[in-house]
């Protein structure tokens, strides 16, 4: 049996999310709130460094944090009709860049600005929030060019379209992508009615009034 650590708000829970919906792979759900201290200190226990998504595969008897590891995991040991990563090795190298060039580029940048609206005031960083802005945008106008009518890879849909789902969410709720890029809208209009980010948007839903507005 796995089990998934996670919250639903979590842009990367999502990523396992999508991942686990995508081939209807059996899994038990476990809930981490930080704000109860038993459900805090049972997850520091199973994962010490304290950042979700985790897994445990207790039929295998292994412990697997970190959301592209997630999937990269799930595509080796619990496969389905989705293969995440392709069995080319040129193409998997292209899609494991373009999920790291999600996260590393897009989302990073994107949760910089979020994480600085709940700051206190007297710690706020506008000169790193400008900083991220720039560099997000900088990575948006290359997901635009890089675009076509599909997937971020093409016809197939792979771990770089999971990454893609979170990070442009969330990045068109800080500015929405329609105006200035509107290939990435229409890709993410795309990644919203795929069965299982749908799925994973719509059990969010309770939850999305938890997230920083601007003020």
Same mark, same amino acid.
Request: aromatic letters at 12%; hydrophobic letters at 40%; a negative charge.
């Given at each position: 049996?796995?089990?998934?650590?996670?919250?639903?708000?979590?842009?990367?829970?999502?990523?396992?999310?999508?991942?686990?919906?995508?081939?209807?792979?059996p899994?038990?759900?476990?809930?981490?709130?930080?704000? /109860?201290?038993?459900?805090? &200190?049972?997850?520091?226990?199973?994962?010490?460094?304290?950042?979700?998504?985790?897994?445990? $595969?207790?039929?295998?008897?292994?412990?697997?944090?970190?959301?592209?590891?997630?999937?990269?995991?799930?595509?080796?040991?619990? +496969?389905?009709?989705?293969?995440?990563? +392709?069995e080319?090795?040129?193409?998997?190298?292209?899609?494991?860049?373009? $999920?790291?060039?999600? $996260?590393?580029?897009?989302?990073?940048?994107?949760?910089?600005?979020?994480?600085?609206?709940?700051?206190?005031?007297?710690?706020? $960083?506008?000169?790193?929030?400008?900083?991220?802005?720039?560099? %997000?945008?900088?990575?948006?106008?290359?997901?635009?060019?890089?675009?076509?009518?599909g997937?971020? %890879?093409?016809?197939?849909?792979?771990?770089? /379209?999971?990454? =893609?789902?979170?990070a442009l969410?969330?990045?068109?709720?800080?500015?929405?992508?329609? &105006? =200035?890029? +509107?290939?990435?809208?229409?890709?993410?209009?795309?990644?919203?009615?795929?069965?299982?980010?749908?799925?994973?948007?719509?059990?969010?839903? +309770?939850?999305?009034? %938890?997230?920083?507005?601007?003020?």
């Amino acid at each position: 049996m796995l089990k998934l650590y996670y919250h639903p708000l979590s842009s990367y829970c999502w990523k396992a999310l999508i991942a686990l919906y995508e081939n209807d792979t059996p899994f038990e759900k476990v809930l981490v709130n930080f704000g /109860d201290a038993e459900s805090r &200190d049972a997850f520091y226990a199973l994962w010490p460094v304290g950042q979700f998504p985790v897994v445990k $595969d207790e039929t295998r008897d292994r412990l697997v944090p970190e959301s592209s590891i997630i999937v990269e995991y799930l595509d080796d040991h619990y +496969p389905g009709r989705t293969r995440f990563i +392709p069995e080319d090795i040129d193409m998997a190298r292209e899609v494991r860049m373009r $999920d790291r060039f999600f $996260d590393l580029h897009v989302h990073v940048h994107m949760q910089k600005i979020t994480g600085n609206r709940i700051r206190p005031e007297g710690s706020k $960083d506008p000169f790193g929030v400008e900083q991220a802005r720039t560099r %997000m945008a900088t990575a948006l106008g290359m997901v635009e060019e890089s675009l076509g009518e599909g997937w971020a %890879m093409g016809e197939r849909y792979t771990l770089a /379209d999971i990454a =893609a789902s979170p990070a442009l969410f969330y990045a068109d709720k800080i500015k929405p992508l329609k &105006d =200035a890029y +509107p290939k990435t809208n229409a890709y993410l209009e795309r990644l919203k009615v795929r069965p299982s980010f749908a799925r994973t948007l719509k059990e969010a839903e +309770p939850y999305f009034h %938890m997230f920083p507005q601007e003020t």
